[in-house]
Every structure is written in structure tokens, then in C-alpha cells.
């Protein structure tokens, strides 16, 4: 047993011991390097719980910096629930309550550090790509790194709205969504030869919330919606939970499966039938136009209603590279609901999404995002207007697709180097489609262990059945240590 040295105890009465010497030349700011000497102290013991802080102004005289500075310390340190304030007394080290965890401590859902094993699912995954690992080791997720993404097109945004009146900051914006976006969607999708007048759009946080209010609108429980397979594995669950029966419809390299697509909908009735037209998730391809006229046809015909998910629409290079058809550009929004958003492309962080429809369908998804969810946040969707209106995004779209160009080549013939079949490929887009000839619950669960995330194939079917399919994100894949571990286990 190792022996430790106990802190040193301190009676409330007595000073606290000095905190590191402050450094005016580190890039870390003033204000944080107090921060994280507090932090550190009560992590250590050398405070203890009921000690009194110095004053402010006796923080600001020993240490030789403003009031204003140690204020802000204070105030953070409070917020973090380090320091207590005491009206007319003053600051006190706060009792942590035994329901947080220390920082730095592995918890059993930790990326690489779980202690049991986990069952593979939906929420396996989603758990875990929300660890804030680094997106190098992530090549299981469906995000660029963020390396890749321009944080400081965001930043700018952030501070020109910040400058104008604050007054727009304080309130709620309009369930329908903020109207100069909703005016700049209007122009992206005449882009995209589908007709839609500002009035026809919803704005929502990401497409998640966007199917969310699709489905609710359209189905009760035991009702069927259709779904591609493979597909985004989220919808299944999310669906579910709404009783809904979610069947797959096999997905080829140019569309849906169109005799089991027909046999599908003879024998289920369903309400919905959700597809991704363009850089379809997880394979990367695209709808051919006579399968898009084919599906539209169906639809009529059986009276269901197609959703057109088209998140990654921004990575396509455009019609007059690669064929491209949208299935909302030949129906004009009449039995076709299109939703897109930008988290993939600026940020995950904003969830800035929309829904186009008719204009009787978006009044009724406007006044059911009011009853569940009031407003999106107006701040995410005011940056993403500054950022589509002042020219910005479209080079920001071109220097992603550029480095997606750059790598994906390269990924592919590694993947196949060690023994990966990749059977579709296609020239853009952020996933692909692998083959590992194993059983990629049991790659998952082993990657895990050792601090990567994968997304087995199995989580991309309404089936969930083991698969020897895996998605890869060809700009998460730079880390030679997955290189490493999958050619140790595809070569088994």
C-alpha cells in the first residue's frame, strides 16, 4: 500500500497560502491564471471548504493588478462553483457537492477508459462521439475536425452582431425564424432550381429537430416510415420513440432499391419516406434523376410523403462537375419536404437548420416548434446570415472540399492496402463505405478500448444486424495509430 502525505489543514481563520507568483508575459490572461491557481489550490487541499478569500482589494494589492481583474476571477470562480459570496462578508471556498466529478477523472463512459461492456447502439455511439475527444481519433463521426473548420469566421460574425443594438439580443426571435436568413435561403435554394419564398422556410436547431417535427406532424403510433439502408442511424431511434415502425429500404449505389422500394410501399401504407439525395449518409452517393422521377411517381401514387435530407448538400461540387438531382427541384415543394443546415460546414455548435415546405405545411411546423421549443436561437441563426450574406461561405466551402479532394484518394488506397474493400466509391463527400470482412461491433468495442471511435455498420440499418461494414470520415483518419489498428485487425 503506497503511503501519502495528508494536506495540510487549515483552520478557517487562517490566510490562505500564497498562490503562484502571476506572469503579465504568458498568453494565458490574467484573470484565468488567477482562476486556475484557486482551482488548483482547492483541488490540492491547501484550501479548505469555509476559508475565507482575501478581499478584493486585498487580492488587488499583493498581486498588483486591477480590482476589475480580480472581480472577474472571483465571479468565474463562483460560476464554477469553487467560491461562495457572502453579501457584506465576502468570498468563501465553497463545499463540492459529491455529484460532480473532479476534473480529469475517468468516468466508465469515457472515450478509451469504460470499464464494462458496452452494448452497441445508436446511443453507444452518440454517446461517445460527444466525449470531446479529439476528432483525429473519431474517424466514427460524422464531423469535420475542427482544425478543418474556421473558428475565426465565426468569431467575426459574433462580434459585428455583438456591435449593433443588444437590445435584439435580449428577446426571443420568431418560432418561423429569423427573417433576413429565411430571406438568404431563399436565394440558395434558387441555386438549387427550387422555388421558395421566405414564408415557406423554418428554421430549426440542425435537421435533428427539423425530422423531429416532420414526424410528429405526419405519423401516430404504428404508423411505417420508410427509411434508406443504410442510412443515419439517429432518425431510427428518434422515430421510434415515437412509435413509429421504421423499415429499410435497400439502398444502391444510384438510389433506392425501386422493386423493393415499390413492394415496401404496396405492403406498408407509410406516411414518410426519408432519403438523403445528394452525398447520401454513410455511402457518399447520389440519386440518379430517373430514380428521383421514379420515387416522386410512387409517392403520388400511394399518397406519402417524401423528406429530403440534404445536410451535405454544401459538399457536393456542383451539378455542372457531378450530376446532381434533388428531388425537391422537380416536385417545387408540393409532396416533397426539403430540410439542410450548416452544423456540418461552420459548426456543430451553432445547430442551424431549416425546413422548406408549402406554405400550409411550415405555418403548422412553425406553431409545433412553438409548443415544444418557443424559438431557435435567434444569435446562431443571426451568424450564420452574416456569414452567407457577406460572400464568406462560399470560399469557406471551397477550401473544404479542396482538402476533402486531398485526402480522400489517398485514404481509400490505404484502406484497401490493409485489406479494406471499398466496392462504392465516389469523388465527394466526407464518407465511405468500407468492407472490413469483420464483424465491426467487435473492431468498435476493441477501438474503444484504446481510444478511438468507429461506426460500425450494423448502427446504419433499422435492422441493427452485425456487419462487416464500416463508415470512415476520410478527414479523421490522420492519425497513424488507427492506421495501425485496423490493419491489425483486418489482417486477421
Not at 93 to 101: C, D, G, M, Q
Request: glycine content about 6%.
Amino acid at each position: 500500500m503506497t503511503n501519502t502525505v495528508p494536506p495540510r489543514k487549515l483552520s478557517n481563520s487562517q490566510p490562505p497560502p500564497a498562490p503562484q507568483p502571476l506572469s503579465r508575459d504568458s498568453d494565458t490572461s490574467l484573470v484565468e491564471q488567477i482562476v486556475r491557481s484557486i482551482e488548483t489550490r482547492i483541488s490540492d487541499r491547501l484550501l479548505r471548504t469555509g476559508a475565507r478569500m482575501p478581499s478584493i482589494r486585498q487580492f488587488a494589492d499583493s498581486h498588483s493588478v486591477s480590482r476589475f481583474t480580480v472581480v472577474e476571477a472571483y465571479d468565474r470562480l463562483v460560476a464554477k462553483g469553487c467560491l461562495e459570496s457572502r453579501r457584506g462578508s465576502g468570498f468563501y471556498v465553497r463545499e463540492r457537492s459529491p455529484l460532480l466529478v473532479e476534473r480529469g477523472s475517468n468516468s466508465a463512459t469515457s472515450l478509451g477508459n469504460h470499464q464494462q461492456p458496452q452494448l452497441i447502439d445508436v446511443v453507444w455511439l452518440v454517446r461517445n462521439m460527444h466525449q470531446q475527444a479529439p476528432h483525429k481519433k473519431m474517424p466514427g463521426s460524422g464531423m469535420f475536425p475542427s482544425e478543418w473548420l474556421d473558428a475565426d469566421l465565426i468569431a467575426n460574425a459574433l462580434r459585428s452582431i455583438s456591435r449593433q443594438n443588444p437590445a435584439q439580443l435580449l428577446s426571443y426571435g420568431i418560432p418561423q425564424g429569423f427573417l433576413p436568413l429565411r430571406q438568404q435561403l431563399q436565394l440558395k435554394m434558387a441555386e438549387l432550381e427550387i422555388a421558395a419564398t421566405p414564408e415557406q422556410f423554418v428554421t430549426t436547431t440542425g435537421v435533428t429537430q427539423a425530422l423531429d417535427l416532420v414526424a410528429r406532424h405526419f405519423t401516430q403510433p404504428g404508423d411505417v416510415i420508410l427509411v434508406d439502408d443504410p442510412s443515419w442511424f439517429l432518425m431510427f431511434a428518434s422515430f421510434a420513440a415515437l412509435g413509429a415502425k421504421v423499415v429499410g429500404v435497400p439502398r444502391l449505389a444510384d438510389g433506392p432499391d425501386m422493386a423493393k422500394l415499390a413492394e415496401l410501399v404496396a405492403l406498408h401504407k407509410p406516411k414518410l419516406y426519408v432519403l438523403v439525395s445528394v452525398l447520401h449518409n454513410p455511402t457518399s452517393t447520389s440519386l440518379s434523376a430517373a430514380k428521383a422521377f421514379q420515387i416522386l411517381k410512387l409517392a403520388e401514387e400511394h399518397d406519402f410523403m417524401i423528406v429530403e435530407d440534404d445536410i451535405y448538400c454544401d459538399m457536393h461540387p456542383g451539378s455542372a462537375i457531378q450530376p446532381a438531382t434533388r428531388i425537391a427541384a422537380l416536385d417545387q415543394l408540393n409532396r416533397v419536404i426539403y430540410m439542410g443546415g450548416f452544423s456540418k460546414t461552420l459548426s456543430p455548435n451553432l445547430r442551424s437548420g431549416f425546413i422548406a415546405t408549402s406554405l400550409e405545411l411550415a405555418q403548422h411546423f412553425a406553431d409545433r416548434k412553438m409548443l415544444t421549443n418557443l424559438t431557435s436561437a435567434e444569435v446562431g441563426e443571426r451568424v450564420v446570415y452574416k456569414i452567407l450574406s457577406e460572400g464568406h461561405y462560399r470560399k469557406h466551402l471551397d477550401r473544404l472540399r479542396s482538402k476533402l479532394d486531398s485526402v480522400r484518394d489517398r485514404t481509400i488506397r490505404q484502406m484497401e492496402r490493409i485489406g479494406m474493400t471499398v466496392d462504392i466509391s465516389t469523388p465527394a463527400g466526407i464518407f465511405v463505405w468500407a468492407d472490413t470482412g469483420h464483424d465491426t461491433n467487435v473492431m468498435a468495442e476493441k477501438a474503444l478500448a484504446e481510444g478511438f471511435l468507429l461506426a460500425p455498420g450494423a448502427l446504419f440499418s433499422p435492422s441493427q444486424l452485425p456487419s462487416s461494414r464500416m463508415r470512415i470520415n476520410v478527414a479523421a483518419m490522420s492519425d497513424p495509430a488507427i492506421w495501425r489498428f485496423l490493419e491489425q485487425e483486418c489482417g486477421k
